[in-house]
């Protein structure tokens, strides 16, 4: 079983007046119709008639304690389950123990909750899971509430309202609104239901400068015999949302949610129901908060309810609203809905932050104020501590915008009871006023050898739990002081830095409102003292590579001027770096393709850092060199695997196609894709085809040089065909374009290698794959253009040198 005090739900009943001297036997068919009917004001006053026949009976002793606490009669109540528990045959109401707990609980009497929780659990723990589970949860809650009200939030205070605004009747759903303050009241009589015992209606009132309330709305909202209660305005104050509540029985309402234009002179028209995917028919919906959120840039309904699909009692649901109008299906807020009672949400835009009231967390008695903030780690929810929370039920927080006014409903010690007799009811509003959080952080930087002030140095302030912010930077030249603004109840890293120094970092927490106004933190920076030793070494061979040019560039500062270092006798190159710095190692030699390799100097690293580098040989840096062919080109549609022909020969012809490729590849696309299609071909001509030429002209005129030196090379060819012709054709088509290749090793400048050739100091292997290598997605049919002209068909029709051995 779950309670919850919500305002639109709380009616207590003048119970009918009894004929005179009634039996026993009426007395408790009254208290039994009324407990059904849940009106507890009357169910409470019959059980206690009934036990002046029989003061010792224990069902009517436990009966008048449930009625008592349903109620809200919780002094009353605790009185009823001790005497249960006392009672000889205490054993027939296991439970009594439990409630008695929860009862002292809502009355602040945690040591004697504890006790009553802990009773309960020795004696029948196992006999229902969910009541010892619960036990167990409310005893570590009275735990947590007693070190709460020994150091409650300091600066935070509440006042009454007074009887201005509040009422012997539940007073509730603040909503403010410049200098006025909207709210809702239980205090109205019905006019349409007058059966006996009366039952009050929900109205909306209107204060201005905290005078005293006057209803309004109802002439526009024409809501005869119905509670009209929980509104709520949008950020542009021209829409307002609120609840339409019917009774159920004496205690109990169900809601749907409408919307109204607010005209300029603050008049609520042509009310709205929202549609039936919201206002589910078989469940209640209510307590509606309106709010903007500028990520989104949507407004969005905040509103509670008990529909199927919740986590248990009342959820906090959530719809978006676009700008025709519309809303989305609702979601739950799973992220901080509890499987007790979650209600009265509001969303504070300027510090995105949440605020509701939950039974689901440890608390300190009744329903408890919670704020909640999206982070990294998911939602932090924070109970807001006493005094805002009492061990009564506290609800409907919210904030002005000008965010230094809010307001509370609570029915705690202090409210204006409905019962006096029984100390019972109801919800009155109260003004909280909440101490600005003003921390100043100080931070002092020192050297950690000498302990004397460290100037130059940059500290970074972060925000644990929003690591997508961005941290506040300040770098400080003349002094080691350092000055942060913070907020509380925050956790924050402070990292400090200084070229030349480690890095050190200190994570802190702000603590809570008027804990602190100044945190100190003082940070000590120790030297780096870091040697990086650059080795370089033969890729192909893995031998030690002596007389290499090393160039040091610092990244993360660019105005420190690269190092420059050439070791004749060595392949070791040194040089001195810092922490928490990125650098760039260039490593050139004759003979050989440069090397790049970036690294970033770890900010905890102490001493030598190791990089190796391994430079190719300028030959061997150029593979896999890649040589595109038009189709079915040298020689089409010959059978012949030679062709007299050079690579050179059918590039050119090749190239100057690429205009006709561009247009037939832009035809197999939209409109709204052609122009990245003419870009994508223009590419492939250019960096792929003619690259290839041109690392070609390179690739053999390094080869000369070597071959010159008396060096000796088997170079391998590997050559493509789309898959357009049979396997067979490419096989040979293959075979022709790697003669083509082998043609241009032979005739390069006139036979300047042919020599070499003759001799065997070259050698040029071929390897043919035709058809079987080229992928599936590429078109083989004859009539398909994409065949031909496309870029992926394109790329298979090519020969690579793909391999060089000495």
Same mark, same amino acid.
Not at 259 to 268: I, P
Not at 726 to 743: A, T
């Given at each position: 079983?779950?309670?919850?005090?919500?305002?639109?739900?709380?009616?207590?009943?003048?119970?009918?007046?009894?004929?005179?001297?009634?039996?026993?036997?009426?007395?408790?068919?009254?208290?039994?119709? &009324?407990?059904?009917?849940?009106?507890?004001?009357?169910?409470?006053?019959?059980?206690?008639?009934?036990?002046?026949?029989?003061?010792?009976?224990?069902?009517?002793?436990?009966?008048?304690?449930?009625?008592?606490?349903?109620?809200?009669?919780?002094?009353?109540?605790?009185?009823? =389950?001790?005497?249960?528990?006392?009672?000889?045959?205490?054993?027939?109401?296991?439970?009594?123990?439990?409630?008695?707990?929860?009862?002292?609980?809502?009355?602040?009497?945690?040591?004697?909750?504890?006790?009553?929780?802990?009773?309960?659990?020795?004696?029948?723990?196992?006999?229902?899971?969910?009541?010892?589970?619960?036990?167990?949860?409310?005893?570590?809650?009275?735990?947590?509430? *007693?070190?709460?009200?020994?150091?409650? %939030?300091?600066?935070?205070?509440?006042?009454?309202?007074?009887?201005?605004?509040?009422?012997?009747?539940?007073?509730?759903?603040?909503?403010?609104?410049?200098?006025?303050?909207?709210?809702?009241?239980?205090?109205?009589?019905?006019?349409?239901?007058?059966?006996?015992?009366?039952?009050?209606?929900?109205?909306?009132?209107?204060?201005?400068?905290?005078?005293?309330?006057?209803?309004?709305?109802?002439?526009?909202?024409?809501?005869?015999?119905?509670?009209?209660?929980?509104?709520?305005?949008?950020?542009?104050?021209?829409?307002?949302?609120?609840?339409?509540?019917?009774?159920?029985?004496?205690?109990?309402?169900?809601?749907?949610?409408?919307?109204?234009?607010?005209?300029?002179?603050?008049?609520?028209?042509?009310?709205?129901?929202?549609?039936?995917?919201?206002?589910?028919?078989?469940?209640? +919906?209510?307590?509606?908060?309106?709010?903007?959120?500028?990520?989104? *840039?949507?407004?969005?309904?905040?509103?509670?309810?008990?529909?199927?699909?919740?986590?248990?009692?009342?959820?906090?649901?959530?719809?978006?609203?676009?700008?025709?109008?519309?809303?989305?299906?609702?979601?739950?807020?799973?992220?901080?809905?509890?499987?007790?009672?979650?209600?009265?949400?509001?969303?504070?835009?300027?510090?995105?932050?949440?605020?509701?009231?939950?039974?689901?967390?440890?608390?300190?008695?009744? /329903?408890? %104020?919670?704020?909640?903030?999206?982070?990294?780690?998911?939602?932090?929810?924070?109970?807001?501590?006493?005094?805002?929370?009492?061990?009564?039920?506290?609800?409907?927080?919210?904030?002005?915008?000008?965010?230094?006014?809010?307001?509370?409903?609570?029915?705690?010690?202090?409210?204006?009871?409905?019962?006096?007799?029984?100390?019972?009811?109801?919800?009155?509003?109260?003004?909280?006023?909440?101490?600005?959080?003003?921390?100043? /952080?100080?931070?002092?930087?020192?050297?950690?050898?000498?302990?004397?002030?460290?100037?130059?140095?940059?500290?970074?302030?972060?925000?644990?739990?929003?690591?997508?912010?961005?941290?506040?930077?300040?770098?400080?030249?003349?002094?080691?002081?350092?000055?942060?603004?913070?907020?509380?109840?925050?956790?924050?890293?402070?990292?400090?830095?200084?070229?030349?120094?480690?890095?050190?970092?200190?994570?802190?927490?702000?603590?809570?409102?008027?804990?602190?106004?100044?945190?100190?933190?003082?940070?000590?920076?120790?030297?780096?003292?870091?040697?990086?030793?650059?080795?370089?070494?033969?890729? +192909?061979?893995?031998?030690?590579?002596?007389?290499?040019?090393?160039?040091?560039?610092?990244? #993360?500062?660019?105005?420190?001027?690269?190092?420059?270092?050439?070791?004749?006798?060595?392949? /070791?190159?040194?040089?001195?770096?810092?922490?928490?710095?990125?650098?760039?190692?260039?490593?050139?030699?004759?003979?050989?393709?440069?090397?790049?390799?970036?690294?970033?100097?770890?900010?905890?690293?102490?001493?030598? %850092?190791?990089?190796?580098?391994?430079?190719?040989?300028?030959?061997?840096?150029?593979?896999?060199?890649?040589?595109?062919?038009?189709?079915?080109?040298?020689?089409? &549609?010959?059978?012949?695997?030679? #062709?007299?022909?050079? =690579?050179?020969? #059918?590039?050119?012809?090749?190239?100057?196609?690429?205009?006709?490729?561009?247009?037939?590849?832009?035809?197999?696309?939209?409109? +709204?894709?052609?122009?990245?299609?003419?870009?994508?071909?223009?590419?492939?001509?250019?960096?792929?085809?003619?690259?290839?030429?041109?690392?070609?002209?390179?690739?053999?005129?390094?080869?000369?040089?070597?071959?010159?030196?008396?060096?000796?090379?088997?170079?391998?060819?590997?050559?493509?065909?789309?898959?357009?012709?049979?396997?067979?054709?490419?096989?040979?088509?293959?075979?022709?374009?790697?003669? &083509? %290749?082998?043609?241009?090793?032979?005739?390069?400048?006139?036979?300047? /290698?042919?020599? =070499? !050739?003759?001799?065997?100091?070259?050698?040029? #292997?071929?390897?043919?794959?035709?058809?079987?290598?080229?992928?599936?997605?590429?078109?083989?049919?004859?009539?398909?253009?994409?065949?031909?002209?496309?870029?992926?068909?394109?790329?298979?029709?090519?020969?690579?040198? !793909?391999?060089?051995?000495?």
């Amino acid at each position: 079983m779950k309670r919850i005090i919500i305002p639109f739900i709380i009616l207590f009943i003048v119970a009918s007046l009894s004929a005179q001297n009634p039996s026993l036997k009426s007395v408790l068919s009254t208290a039994e119709k &009324s407990m059904a009917a849940k009106n507890y004001y009357d169910a409470l006053d019959k059980y206690q008639e009934a036990l002046k026949f029989n003061a010792d009976q224990i069902d009517n002793l436990f009966k008048a304690g449930e009625a008592a606490r349903l109620h809200g009669a919780y002094k009353i109540s605790s009185q009823y =389950y001790d005497l249960v528990l006392k009672h000889s045959d205490n054993g027939k109401y296991p439970l009594a123990g439990f409630w008695l707990g929860q009862v002292k609980q809502f009355q602040g009497d945690y040591e004697n909750a504890q006790l009553a929780y802990t009773s309960y659990k020795t004696e029948h723990s196992g006999e229902d899971p969910y009541y010892t589970a619960l036990a167990e949860k409310e005893i570590k809650a009275c735990e947590w509430a *007693k070190q709460q009200v020994k150091n409650p %939030v300091k600066g935070t205070t509440l006042t009454n309202m007074g009887e201005k605004i509040n009422s012997q009747f539940s007073d509730f759903a603040p909503t403010p609104f410049m200098d006025e303050l909207y709210y809702s009241s239980l205090r109205f009589e019905n006019k349409v239901n007058v059966s006996l015992p009366k039952r009050n209606l929900g109205g909306l009132l209107r204060s201005k400068k905290g005078e005293e309330g006057f209803r309004f709305g109802e002439e526009q909202l024409k809501f005869p015999g119905k509670t009209v209660a929980n509104s709520s305005l949008n950020y542009k104050n021209n829409k307002v949302c609120f609840t339409v509540c019917e009774d159920i029985n004496y205690h109990d309402k169900r809601c749907d949610l409408y919307m109204a234009t607010v005209d300029k002179s603050g008049l609520w028209l042509d009310p709205i129901k929202l549609p039936e995917f919201i206002n589910i028919a078989t469940s209640t +919906q209510t307590q509606p908060n309106l709010t903007y959120n500028p990520e989104l *840039k949507k407004e969005i309904l905040y509103y509670a309810s008990n529909r199927e699909g919740g986590k248990g009692g009342f959820d906090i649901w959530f719809s978006i609203i676009d700008d025709a109008g519309n809303y989305s299906e609702p979601v739950n807020l799973t992220e901080i809905n509890t499987a007790q009672d979650d209600v009265t949400p509001f969303y504070f835009a300027s510090t995105k932050t949440f605020y509701y009231s939950s039974k689901g967390h440890l608390g300190l008695g009744g /329903l408890d %104020v919670y704020s909640a903030k999206a982070t990294v780690d998911g939602w932090t929810i924070k109970n807001m501590g006493a005094p805002l929370n009492s061990s009564f039920d506290d609800l409907y927080f919210i904030k002005a915008q000008n965010g230094t006014d809010n307001y509370l409903a609570s029915n705690r010690t202090g409210s204006i009871f409905l019962d006096d007799a029984n100390e019972a009811c109801c919800l009155d509003l109260y003004k909280v006023s909440i101490l600005p959080c003003e921390i100043k /952080l100080i931070s002092m930087v020192f050297d950690a050898a000498t302990l004397d002030s460290l100037k130059g140095a940059t500290l970074k302030l972060y925000d644990v739990k929003e690591p997508n912010s961005s941290p506040i930077i300040i770098t400080k030249d003349m002094s080691n002081l350092f000055e942060f603004p913070i907020s509380c109840e925050k956790e924050y890293r402070l990292e400090a830095s200084k070229p030349g120094y480690t890095t050190e970092t200190i994570t802190f927490l702000s603590g809570r409102p008027g804990e602190f106004t100044e945190i100190l933190k003082k940070i000590y920076l120790k030297r780096a003292k870091i040697q990086l030793d650059a080795l370089t070494f033969d890729k +192909q061979s893995g031998d030690e590579l002596n007389g290499t040019t090393v160039v040091l560039y610092d990244l #993360t500062d660019p105005k420190i001027p690269p190092v420059s270092l050439t070791n004749l006798s060595t392949n /070791l190159s040194q040089f001195e770096v810092v922490n928490c710095h990125e650098y760039r190692l260039v490593a050139t030699k004759t003979g050989y393709a440069s090397v790049i390799k970036d690294f970033k100097i770890d900010c905890n690293q102490i001493d030598k %850092v190791i990089q190796k580098l391994y430079l190719d040989r300028e030959l061997y840096s150029m593979l896999p060199l890649a040589l595109y062919f038009d189709n079915d080109r040298p020689n089409p &549609s010959s059978l012949s695997k030679t #062709t007299s022909l050079t =690579y050179t020969q #059918t590039y050119n012809s090749y190239y100057l196609r690429k205009g006709i490729f561009t247009l037939k590849f832009k035809k197999l696309f939209n409109k +709204q894709e052609q122009d990245s299609a003419v870009t994508a071909m223009d590419k492939f001509f250019e960096k792929d085809v003619k690259g290839g030429k041109e690392k070609l002209d390179l690739f053999l005129g390094i080869l000369e040089l070597e071959l010159a030196k008396g060096k000796k090379y088997e170079i391998f060819l590997k050559g493509y065909a789309s898959p357009l012709a049979n396997s067979e054709y490419n096989y040979i088509l293959g075979q022709r374009r790697i003669y &083509s %290749v082998k043609n241009e090793f032979s005739k390069y400048k006139n036979g300047k /290698l042919k020599k =070499y !050739i003759k001799t065997g100091q070259l050698k040029v #292997t071929e390897k043919s794959f035709g058809e079987a290598t080229a992928p599936v997605n590429i078109s083989d049919k004859v009539n398909d253009i994409k065949s031909i002209y496309h870029i992926n068909a394109s790329k298979e029709r090519r020969v690579e040198i !793909i391999e060089i051995k000495e």
